[in-house]
């Protein structure tokens, strides 16, 4: 039976945004993939098509996935909204960003608050992507939301490359 939080094994609830930026084996990332049983799943470019190796944890029952970046660096963090993939939806007590019902809702708080973004086209509702997705940007990461059906669907927050 899944709990609506998330406890480390001290018994604080997990930060997931802290973590962005981790290595792979500092310890709160091993101390949270130990305290749930969780594998990292090690994919490489197999057909030599110049793809960065990646590493991969999946939170299937706690709605979220990490993925670490060639130098072992947790640059993704994929929070499941809605049930999809064989992930959970992700408990509200973990999201440590805000979350937005609409498309409209993110743009119009971005806007008053002076946050920049980039969207898919909003001004025409014909167009197959018309209110699909936001990305703010802020504080050394981003943060993608995507919607569908008018709802949210899913939250990406991502390190900000040079």
Do not use: C
């Not at 018994?11 to 049983?37: A, N, R, W």
């Not at 706690?62 to 993925?67: D, K, L, S, V, Y």
């Not at 209110?131 to 390190?159: A, P």
């Amino acid at each position: 039976m899944r709990t609506n939080k998330m406890l480390g094994t001290k018994g604080e609830v997990m930060q997931l945004l802290k973590l962005l930026g981790s290595k792979l084996k500092s310890d709160d990332v091993i101390e949270l993939l130990e305290h749930l049983g969780i594998d990292v799943i090690y994919d490489f470019d197999r057909h030599h098509e110049g793809m960065e190796d990646v590493y991969w944890a999946l939170f299937y029952e706690q709605g979220f996935q990490f993925r670490f970046n060639e130098s072992q660096i947790l640059d993704v963090i994929f929070l499941y909204i809605i049930e999809r993939d064989g992930f959970e939806p992700i408990s509200k007590d973990l999201i440590e960003t805000p979350i937005y019902a609409s498309f409209t809702e993110a743009k119009n708080s971005f806007n008053s608050l002076g946050i920049e973004y980039t969207n898919s086209p909003d001004d025409d509702p014909n167009h197959m992507l018309y209110q699909r997705w936001i990305k703010s940007k802020h504080q050394g990461f981003t943060t993608h939301y995507e919607f569908t059906d008018e709802k949210l669907r899913m939250i990406t927050m991502s390190l900000i490359t040079k």
